[in-house]
């Protein structure tokens, strides 16, 4: 018998938190009441059991269910039914931790590439890491591809489509890659730096398949993916589909009751990200800073035989700010930088050579927590 | 230029709602400052405008904002995006309706059966349906198939997996579904009543595509699929892929800062479910009876030419609150009664037929709500 733990924060009054966790152990195993089961074997190895109650504020309290792996199938769908289905639906819970066992880590796989793996690619074993995006969705595509060659000569090492741009009329996708690629091969004759170029791959899983074809065909060595959007299964199928891509998973729709620390550092590393994008704190999005270091070292820290990934805190990140994040975060970070380039319009190159060579320079100096 | 409307409340002060409200539309489209844009046709035609912000409640605020139809590329994955993909990282933001133009709707088509064809399907064209589900999960192939015929002998008109039922080694998917299928289609020819089983259809992409086809060679005609679990794209390459199905949808891992009207009433129907299964009031769970009677109207009221679908309050439910409940949502509703049946143990056959019996004679003196 193995089992899982699922840690839940669960606002409940005191006389009321142990009736509220059984009922959830109820709700994410049988989903029937006791009274209904006749079946020695399933009471005793496929309901789940509350182990441990512990309040952690007035009325909250962190609750840990041991779930029993056998329920999950191995397989991802099934796997988050089982720590966040039906009870994703009470207001009160969080889902906020996972404890596995070592069969369902190598199920699931992890990272294919991992932080060492994308230093390869770039060129870069040792200092912070730069990326940065192609925005706004609605440009054409020899837009795109001039902005990305811009990017690539001054020294970026990954350019992203921004996560909005798909395959609109605008930009359609195959072009798009087949001249990104083209833009960063070409940059890196003309300065000896590698960059590597990720579209953004969205779509049903039949679309998506067809695109990561497309990618791979132009020469595609990274690629951005949302896995709340295209839905974790379909991230799952893909990178064991395509598993030479360097996957980068972007947050996008991930917002709700899963923390994010678990989902964007500890799932998306389960399911094969080797690179999570996050929201930073002071940006345009209100994560705590000790929210972010945890996330931060969820996906780096040892995790059983899983690859480290690396964390891209982004969003409304500042140029003015690389030298504070990279003290925060260590340097198996890659920085996420875009808006703030691009408002330097014809300047961009210049600025992007800023923000290139602050990183660099703060490599020189700094001393990073490795994972 | 064509353009769909979101809805949003936003938890703000006063004096800053108007700039957050502001700072979603360009977050949700072209995610980037605007001094950072220099393309008018951008501009005027991608960039999110904000259309209304109504006080609703002190610090509370709908916020209608204007997102261009190109933007979305005319798919799922992509719309999502459009509509909440960023912003669903705001905690202070929720999802709560969309307005979409004629072409939107015709391209993902929603129900391909609807109300009518799940009444065709089991010989119901006027009474409310009824439905159970086969639980608990551990339970071996045998003994969740014997349950089905009894509550297909009990004329039953939809017995479905338990959504926690998938692939386990106590029950493979592939000889349950063949099991199960033979339970009902001997059960109608002992009663005469054709009752419909309903297996649940998860997994990654891939295995989805393989059980749905073992389901289809069995027989099957009505499916359980969850969309959140499987993810939307996922669920609407499978709609597309197999339209004889007709989809009964599963609220599992829907919980977040989307509205659940809109989730599992709109959002669902749209992308194709013929049927919604939602957490009813006074059960399990806690959505309050406004929530419960306007997810239920957006399943089934016109919208465009999309069929309607048929609502299905589960979650804790009791026999004793039948009359209750159709009272409440009228006749073109089915119920899902589950663990309240399977208590009876051994006299589950009798129970399921004063369940079957109570709302067939709802029927004959009730008047409901039709679409």
């Given at each position: 018998m193995a089992w899982l733990t699922a840690t839940y924060l669960i606002d409940a009054p005191a006389d009321l938190i142990e009736a509220r966790a059984h009922a959830l152990a109820l709700e994410q195993s049988v989903e029937c009441p006791l009274a209904a089961i006749g079946d020695e074997r399933v009471l005793d190895e496929i309901v789940a059991r509350v182990a441990a109650i512990e309040a952690v504020a007035e009325g909250r309290y962190r609750v840990d269910v041991d779930i029993a792996v056998e329920t999950t199938g191995g397989e991802p769908a099934q796997f988050m039914n089982m720590i966040f289905g039906n009870c994703s639906l009470w207001e009160d819970v969080r889902l906020t931790g996972v404890d596995l066992p070592p069969s369902l880590l190598a199920k699931f796989g992890g990272p294919r590439h991992g932080i060492a793996g994308i230093r390869a690619l770039v060129d870069a074993p040792e200092r912070a890491l730069t990326s940065t995006a192609m925005k706004p969705q609605g440009l054409p595509t020899d837009a795109l591809a001039r902005m990305c060659r811009t990017f690539a000569l001054a020294g970026v090492d990954i350019v992203k489509d921004d996560h909005g741009i798909v395959d609109q009329p605008a930009s359609r996708f195959a072009e798009r890659v087949v001249a990104c690629q083209r833009a960063v091969a070409e940059a890196a004759q003309a300065t000896g730096k590698r960059t590597a170029y990720a579209p953004n791959l969205s779509g049903t899983p039949r679309v998506l398949r067809a695109r990561a074809q497309i990618a791979r065909d132009a020469g595609v060595q990274v690629v951005l993916v949302a896995p709340m959007l295209i839905g974790l299964p379909a991230f799952v199928d893909l990178v064991a589909e395509f598993p030479d891509f360097a996957y980068l998973a972007h947050p996008s729709a991930g917002g709700g009751r899963i923390a994010p620390e678990l989902l964007f550092g500890r799932l998306f590393r389960l399911f094969g990200a080797d690179a999570t994008i996050f929201t930073n704190y002071g940006g345009r999005f209100s994560y705590p800073p000790?929210?972010?270091?945890?996330?931060?070292?969820?996906?780096?820290?040892?995790?059983?035989?899983?690859?480290?990934?690396?964390?891209?805190?982004?969003?409304?990140?500042?140029?003015?700010?690389?030298?504070?994040?990279?003290?925060?975060?260590?340097?198996?970070?890659?920085?996420?930088?875009?808006?703030?380039?691009?408002?330097?319009r014809d300047a961009l190159l210049e600025r992007t050579r800023e923000y290139v060579a602050k990183v660099a320079g703060h490599g020189s100096a700094a001393v990073g927590i490795h994972a």
């Open positions: 000790a929210e972010c270091a945890a996330l931060a070292e969820s996906a780096r820290a040892p995790w059983g035989n899983l690859r480290p990934t690396l964390p891209v805190p982004a969003g409304g990140m500042l140029l003015d700010r690389v030298d504070e994040l990279l003290d925060f975060y260590g340097l198996d970070t890659m920085l996420l930088i875009g808006g703030n380039l691009l408002i330097a």
